[in-house]
């Protein structure tokens, strides 16, 4: 599977936007990036607030072609799930894999939403 073009990734018009949205992070955010940081599961590289067009994803191995979104009680709206579904749409269309858990999940249970993100995983270690 090849990388989307350069362009559509961490454009510059939105860096503000995703440093302001890493220094406002979720507690369940914030519990998964611990897990995820400094290559900690199996070795893979992850990104936080990460722009892939015009959207801006929770996390995201470049690598793996994933990317992992963190979902909370704003979206059971159905506007909201509506755009969540363009949105992966959109992703998916870009040659990525989208995983979606709900922030009670990683709360509960970060170890397992951590393995079940390494089931994912499509490279050799």
């Known amino acids: ?35 995820l940081r400094r290559r900690q599961l199996r070795g893979r590289k992850f990104r936080r607030q990460y722009s892939i067009g015009p959207f801006i994803v929770d996390f995201c191995c470049p690598e793996e072609h994933l990317v992992i979104e963190l979902d909370g009680s704003v979206h059971d709206d159905p506007l909201r799930r509506e755009y969540d579904e363009d949105r992966t749409v959109f992703l998916e269309k870009q040659g990525m894999r989208v995983l979606r858990f709900e922030n009670r999940a990683v709360l509960e249970y970060p170890e397992g939403v951590l393995e079940t993100i390494a089931l994912h995983f499509t490279a050799p270690t």
């Open 1 to 35: 599977m090849s990388r989307p073009p350069r362009i559509l990734r961490n454009r510059k018009a939105l860096k503000q936007h995703r440093r302001q949205l890493r220094q406002q992070a979720t507690p369940a955010e914030v519990l998964l990036w611990q897990g």
